[in-house]
């Protein structure tokens, strides 16, 4: 994976930021027709884009049923995660059951196999839920994704600079060493 590369590379110290992405998905979660309306998103387009960049970067992939679910709960349990220092497994494991196993994120079995998979009781995962603190922690990061103008995920960010989407190695690699234009590849710096 692209950042692991970068964090040997320059010895990065990687840090997660949880991103509310669709939030007002229900739990049971939607399609992606349901989601995007009207025809106007290109759902074949776009899901060969992500198999061809998930085999060249030699990611597991698998081709989904076009279904979307709510990953609040998913983001709340990652918090707990890295408490545990098992956060870089849990978001592993995460990517596993949302693009290879398409499972659904905001089940409960889901996620305690999740928390099992990391190295974590999944006796506990109802607990860490309701934890008030892990919440707060999400919330935190969305509020800290407001207010840097965060629209999209991926988004890399390095001492204020940032870049949205899935980016050649050489242009993450910019970023980093804190080089290159104000506009990467069309995408504008925040």
């Known amino acids: 994976m ?3 590369k970068l964090r040997r590379e320059f010895g990065l110290e990687v840090r ?3 991103f509310p992405l669709h939030t007002e998905i229900p739990d049971e979660g939607v ?4 989601l995007f309306p009207g025809g106007r998103y290109d759902f074949k387009g776009s899901s060969e884009r992500q198999k061809d960049f ?5 990611l597991p992939w698998s081709a989904g049923e076009g279904m979307v679910y709510n990953s609040t709960r998913s983001q709340v349990l990652s918090k707990w995660a890295e408490s545990e220092g098992r956060g870089e497994i849990f978001h592993e494991a995460a990517f596993r059951a949302t693009f290879v196993d ?3 994120i905001a089940e409960a079995s889901v996620l305690r196999k999740m928390a099992e998979t990391a190295g974590l009781n999944p006796e506990n995962t109802e607990k860490a839920l309701k934890d008030k603190a892990y919440t707060a922690a999400v919330n935190a990061d969305w509020d800290l994704c407001r207010r840097r ?3 999209a995920v991926p988004t890399l960010s ?3 600079r940032s870049i949205s989407g899935a980016q050649p190695y050489e242009t993450m690699q910019k970023l980093v060493k804190g080089k290159g234009p104000q506009h990467i590849n069309g995408l504008k710096m925040i």
């Open 31 to 34: 399609t992606l027709d349901q």
């Open 54 to 58: 998930a085999l060249k970067e030699g």
């Open 158 to 160: 390095m001492e204020g």
């Open 2 to 4: 692209r950042i692991e």
């Open 149 to 151: 103008g965060v629209t």
């Open 102 to 104: 398409r499972l659904n």
């Open 16 to 18: 997660w930021i949880a």
